[in-house]
């Protein structure tokens, strides 16, 4: 496929697993494994498939370099060939190479799955967008934490994942299901 989409994985590491650390509660289990479908249709078209990497700074981070938190998740594992690019910060963009390489690579479409919803995956997008790539948000394919504002109070993951994702839809980026993007994508293949 003539320019074919890129896949962007972001920080489907293995810190996620520790949901008390990130606030409690977390929505949709089902997010590693649309991430790991949609991996699986892109490396079969052999489109691109780039990685996302949080290596936090802060000596407390599960997140830090070296810690197992770093590593990527068994179900969206780098293949040889496939970048990654660290990062410190939210946006996949900052300090990374990323645009530089979409660029290089002639990339003009950004399909995005990862952790977390209204964090790094919600900063990308926007970043996504404001660049002028051509942005979708795979709904199911990431996932948030319960957060407390604040005030005080307590806001569950499912509410917190939804906000952000309707903050980002028509605006920053097409948000879809899997199903539905997956069912795209196979029609632009015919």
């Known amino acids: 496929m003539k320019n074919a989409p890129a896949l962007l994985l972001i920080d489907i590491q293995k810190a996620f697993d520790n949901h008390a650390y990130w606030g409690g509660n977390r929505n949709n289990p089902q997010a590693e494994a649309n991430a790991q ?5 892109w490396r079969e078209q ?3 498939v780039l990685h996302i990497q949080h290596d936090s700074t802060s000596p407390t981070s599960l997140l830090r370099k070296g810690q197992p938190g770093n ?4 179900e969206v594992l ?4 496939e970048p990654v690019f660290s990062k410190s910060v939210n946006s996949a963009f900052i300090g990374t190479g990323l645009q530089a390489h979409l660029e290089a690579q002639n990339i003009h479409v950004l399909v995005i799955a990862g952790l977390t919803t209204d964090h790094c995956v919600s900063t990308t997008t926007r970043m ?3 660049l ?13 934490f ?8 307590r806001y569950s993951a499912e509410v917190i994942h939804q906000t952000a994702l309707a903050s980002l839809h028509g605006e920053f980026a097409t948000v879809l ?14």
């Open 128 to 130: 996504a967008g404001n």
């Open 146 to 153: 319960d957060k407390t504002g604040f005030d005080g109070q």
């Open 71 to 74: 590593e990527f998740k068994d």
């Open 46 to 48: 052999g489109w691109p």
């Open 78 to 81: 780098p293949m040889a060939g």
């Open 132 to 144: 002028g790539f051509e942005t979708y948000l795979m709904a199911d394919a990431t996932a948030a």
């Open 37 to 41: 479908r949609l991996l699986a249709h």
């Open 177 to 190: 299901t899997t199903d539905q993007g997956l069912a795209k994508w196979r029609r632009a293949l015919t």
